[in-house]
């Protein structure tokens, strides 16, 4: 076998990970290895609880955390800018990028890039399986159906597309998931909840760095059953956001949280807010703007801010 088969590869999401950071490495890690290549999933931050009741009905172990990309051989999944890639990023040999966001990547050398306007990641993998015709085991096929139902909100977001849904149809067929609506209402309980988790958790659970034109900007996503939650602990969120804000300098910091139920979003606000009332054409008040329709920090909050900046 040629040396560099041997040499280690390490697929990894992005940081403050959700369901489909953590998944969709796992997945491709073994459809490589089933490629004669030395894959690890590896993982650069936390693992909420969603994604735990996942790992632990299909039973597969969590990846191990990677504190440094320096030296290592690494894929990108689920991202692409450098603020939500592992420590030392700019240190490692980047492989190859497999996302469905925005492309905010610029890298010197000549890489495999592969994105879709997709809802997840890992509906993007499991197309390469089905592609190359390497059978997906039960289990795998369960995780890759989970991260999807938690992309898409179970179908819910307007980032859903008809190959997510069709995807996943088959995957619950391969992971033996008969109720996909049911099923996914049960892992979005395990994160929809505020309940039990510090203000900076709430912040910090889905975090991402933006660099909008050489303005930082932060958006932390929640998702809750009932925005009252939100509203009996907004005070202390606000204060919590600006502390944030001024330790870490960013022009703006945002606190988007989505009502899955009613499908809306109450996003918290600080820092340079003139920028959200530009993209939204609406006032903030008291930090607070509340968006009707709006689920998708990827389709419906990101691309508006970057037009405003």
């Known amino acids: 076998m040629p040396k560099e088969r041997n ?52 039973k597969i172990p969590a990846p191990v955390f990677l504190k440094s990309a320096k030296g290592k051989k690494i894929i990108l999944l ?70 999807i139902l938690s992309d898409t909100v179970v179908f819910r977001s307007p980032t859903t597309t008809k190959e997510d849904i069709g995807v996943a149809k088959k995957l619950a067929k391969i992971g033996k998931i008969k109720n996909l609506e ?20 709430i912040i910090f659970s889905d975090f991402k760095i933006f660099d909008f034109f050489g303005k930082k900007v932060g958006i932390g996503h929640v998702e809750v059953f009932d925005l009252r939650e939100v509203n009996e602990r907004k005070e202390k969120l606000i204060e919590k956001l600006k502390e944030i804000c001024q330790k870490e300098n960013y022009n703006l910091l945002l606190l988007m949280a989505t009502d899955i139920i009613k499908e809306s979003s109450q996003i918290l606000a600080v820092g340079e807010i003139n920028y959200l009332e530009k993209a ?13 329709g709006v689920m998708s920090r990827k389709k419906q909050v990101v691309p508006p801010l970057m037009k405003a900046f």
Do not use: M
């Not at 073994?30 to 004669?36: A, D, S, V």
């Not at 049911?182 to 958790?201: H, Q, V």
């Open 7 to 58: 040499q280690k590869i390490y697929i990894v999401g992005h940081k403050n990970p959700d369901t489909d950071s953590i998944c969709a490495p796992i997945a491709y890690a073994f459809l490589l290895k089933k490629k004669g290549k030395a894959a690890i999933p590896v993982r650069s931050g936390e693992i909420n609880p969603e994604t735990k009741f996942v790992l632990n009905y299909f």
């Open 78 to 147: 689920d991202h692409n800018e450098n603020t939500q890639s592992p420590k030392d990023i700019e240190k490692a040999q980047i492989l190859e990028v497999i996302d469905h966001h925005k492309i905010a990547f610029d890298w010197p050398e000549l890489i495999y890039f592969h994105t879709e306007p997709v809802g997840c990641t890992s509906t993007i993998i499991a197309k390469k399986y089905f592609q190359e015709k390497i059978g997906i085991p039960s289990n795998i096929a369960g995780i890759l159906l989970s991260a």
């Open 182 to 201: 049911k099923f996914g209402i049960e892992i979005k309980k395990k994160k929809a909840t505020l309940k039990g988790l510090t203000t900076e958790n």
């Open 280 to 292: 939204f054409s609406k006032k903030v008040v008291n930090n607070s703007l509340y968006l009707p």
